[in-house]
């Protein structure tokens, strides 16, 4: 599948350190905040978001990484 890491290795793409990845809790917070939407904890196990695992399945660890990357996005989405 094209979200595994040898294919991302092997055609050049970028890997984020772990936690700031596509599809982390980091990321989903900052992408939450950065678009105006609640906070609603939930990662990507897939770089499209067909596979997701919601708050109920998350660990502690997982929960806290998204609502660090919700409080530290500063930028917002200007809709116009």
Same mark, same amino acid.
Not at 24 to 41: I, K, L, N
């Given at each position: 599948? %094209? /979200? =595994?890491? =040898?294919?991302?290795?092997?055609?050049?793409?970028? %890997?984020?350190?772990?936690?700031?990845?596509?599809?982390?809790?980091?990321? +989903?917070?900052?992408?939450?905040?950065?678009?105006? +939407?609640?906070?609603?904890?939930?990662? /990507?196990?897939?770089?499209?978001? +067909?596979?997701?695992? $919601? $708050?109920? $399945?998350?660990?502690?660890?997982? %929960?806290?990484?998204? @609502?660090?990357? @919700?409080?530290? =996005?500063?930028? +917002?989405?200007?809709?116009?």
């Amino acid at each position: 599948m %094209i /979200w =595994e890491k =040898e294919n991302w290795e092997k055609n050049g793409w970028v %890997i984020l350190t772990d936690h700031r990845r596509h599809g982390s809790p980091y990321d +989903r917070g900052s992408s939450d905040a950065y678009y105006g +939407r609640a906070p609603e904890p939930h990662l /990507w196990l897939d770089p499209l978001g +067909r596979k997701t695992v $919601k $708050k109920s $399945k998350m660990t502690k660890k997982q %929960i806290e990484e998204y @609502y660090k990357g @919700y409080e530290e =996005e500063d930028d +917002r989405k200007e809709w116009e």
